[in-house]
Each structure stands twice: as C-alpha cells, then as structure tokens.
C-alpha cells in the first residue's frame, strides 16, 4: 500500500481504460490524487478524506454495497460487472487503480495492519495524515499532532516553572507543589504578591479554569525567571 504517511480518499470511478468496471476506489494520497474519472458524488462518505486506511476501505464497503443495491443490471448492459472495490496509487491522478481481488475481510485486515505501521503522534496515537509534525521541545525528537504538541509544551513549561517556584516559594515545598494544581497556584500568586509582582490590571485569583491556570503560571514564571 505504498508509504506510511498519507491520506486517503474515496470515490466511484468508471475507469476509462477499464470497459465495463465500475469501481469504488480507495486512493492514496487524498483528493489531488483521486483518479480521473470520478463520477459526482452520489452516497454519503465520497470525496471524503481519511487518516486511517482502514476508515476509508470501511466507507468504500459500504458505498459500494450502496451503489450495489441500487444497480440496474438493463440500464448497464450484461457486460458491466456490478460495482467493486479497489485501492492504490494513482502516481498523481495519472494510472487507474484496478479492482483488488481480496475478499473484505482480507482487506479490512491489510487496512489495519499498514495502520498499525503508520507514524502517530506520542499522545494522542492519531496517524499522522501529512508529513506536518510538531515537537514540543528540542531535546527528545518525540512527533505530535498541533494540538498535543501544544499542550505537551504547556505540561512541560510548567513543570518546569513549579520546580522554580517550588525553590522560591513560601510555604509549600517542591513535592507539594507538584502534588496539588490548587496549592500551586496559590504558591504562586502568593510568591507574586510577596514580591510585589501583582499590582493593579495584573491582578487575579487561581481557579480550576485552564485560562486562569495558565495565566498566573504565565505570571509566575516571569517572576521567578527575573531573580534566577
């Protein structure tokens, strides 16, 4: 099934270089490399793109049952087979992609197998659908989607503000800081106000909020970075 890192799309084809194949086709690389001769979509889940192989061979099993269902054995001719899948390359939308000879199963099994090869992102274990990856430090070369990455940088950042703080701050220690968000964030606006970082606009309490959170640990690893 070609490289690891892909999208895939699905459509229904009448290849032309194919007489008498209607084909729903499973390509690699997403809609700029579907096939040329896709006909307009007609059943719910074509021109969709899919991370996961086995997502786009599962909606291409049930569009072909759909198209199945609805085939008209006289308005086709006795020449033309009834709809089937196939999956592959098209090289950019320049070859056509044949019929498989697999069974369902077999390549429902195929899908999944090259899934569980795909690069992923360390969190979340999405696939990766592109060749975008974002690190959220420069020293482990670990690869996450936008989203994880962002949120592994936040974990980080403050962890490392509570190891700071925790040196710093009176009346928890480092552990305890570690051990309770709601202590900590109490350590830290207490540290601040002590050291008469909070004045005016730069006021505020902790709360359970992720806004408010990251916003006083924001604060706090300002202060405590001016006298390290």
Not at 60 to 72: N, Q, T
Not at 95 to 115: K, W
Not at 176 to 190: L, M, N
Request: net charge negative; hydrophobic share 35%.
């Amino acid at each position: 099934m070609g490289s690891h890192t892909c999208k895939w799309v699905v459509t229904r084809q009448r290849p032309y270089y194919q007489a008498g194949v209607s084909l729903v086709e499973v390509a690699r690389g997403g809609i700029d490399n579907s096939g040329s001769d896709a006909l307009v979509a007609r059943y719910a889940g074509e021109f969709t793109e899919h991370a996961a192989c086995v997502d786009a061979v599962r909606a291409a099993i049930a569009i072909r049952d759909a198209w199945r269902a609805d085939w008209d054995r006289a308005e086709h001719g006795a020449d033309e087979e009834p709809p089937v899948v196939g999956i592959g390359d098209t090289g950019g939308g320049m070859m056509e992609i044949r019929p498989t000879s697999h069974t369902d199963e077999e390549l429902l099994a195929l899908a999944a197998a090259h899934d569980e090869r795909a690069p992923k992102c360390e969190r979340c274990q999405a696939i990766f659908a592109d060749d975008h990856r974002w690190r959220a430090n420069e020293w482990d070369g670990l690869e996450y989607c936008e989203p994880c990455a962002e949120k592994v940088a936040a974990e980080e950042y403050r962890d490392d503000t509570r190891f700071n703080v925790g040196e710093q701050a009176a009346p928890l220690t480092r552990g305890d800081a570690r051990d309770d968000d709601g202590k900590w964030i109490e350590a830290v606006v207490e540290w601040l106000e002590a050291h008469g970082r909070l004045h005016g606009g730069d006021e505020c309490s902790w709360a359970d909020d992720d806004d408010v959170r990251e916003a006083v640990v924001d604060l706090g690893y300002a202060a405590v970075d001016g006298v390290n």
